[in-house]
């Protein structure tokens, strides 16, 4: 059983910053893509960032030069730290987890349950 908690969320004033994480648990050899979505009510799961086990990273245009992704393998742990935030900025963000390798074989986009990021003055 392959689990994703999510931490650090909250409140924060424009120009702010958090830093998110997310720790995977269960009997995992590997995990191939981590990464980090968003979503606001009302509109699509965005991406939001991702990163490779090789560091490779993909980063979504309106965050890019803002927001940095980065994971520990040892630790199956991704962060995301977010600087210079901005009220649209604001939304639940989730930590995904892709091509997990367990023992017993390959699972695939696993979901944590979402943290709150709200920024407001």
């Known amino acids: 059983q392959v689990q994703l908690v999510e931490s650090g969320g909250g409140l924060v004033q424009p120009g702010g910053s958090l830093r998110l994480s997310c720790a995977a648990s269960?009997?995992?050899?590997?995990?191939?893509?981590m990464g980090w979505y968003r979503q606001v009510p009302g509109k699509q799961r965005e991406l939001v960032a991702v990163?490779?086990?090789?560091?490779?990273?993909n980063i979504a245009d309106s965050v890019k030069g803002r927001f940095t992704i980065s994971r520990d393998n040892a630790k199956n742990t991704v962060y995301l730290q977010m600087n210079s935030l901005k009220p649209e900025d604001t939304a639940v963000y989730y930590c995904?987890?892709?091509?997990?390798?367990?023992?017993?074989?390959?699972?695939?986009?696993?979901w944590g349950q979402g943290t709150q990021v709200t920024v407001s003055s």
């Open positions: 995904n987890a892709d091509k997990i390798r367990v023992a017993g074989g390959v699972k695939y986009n696993y």
């Open positions: 269960g009997s995992i050899f590997s995990i191939n893509a």
């Open positions: 990163i490779a086990s090789g560091g490779s990273t």
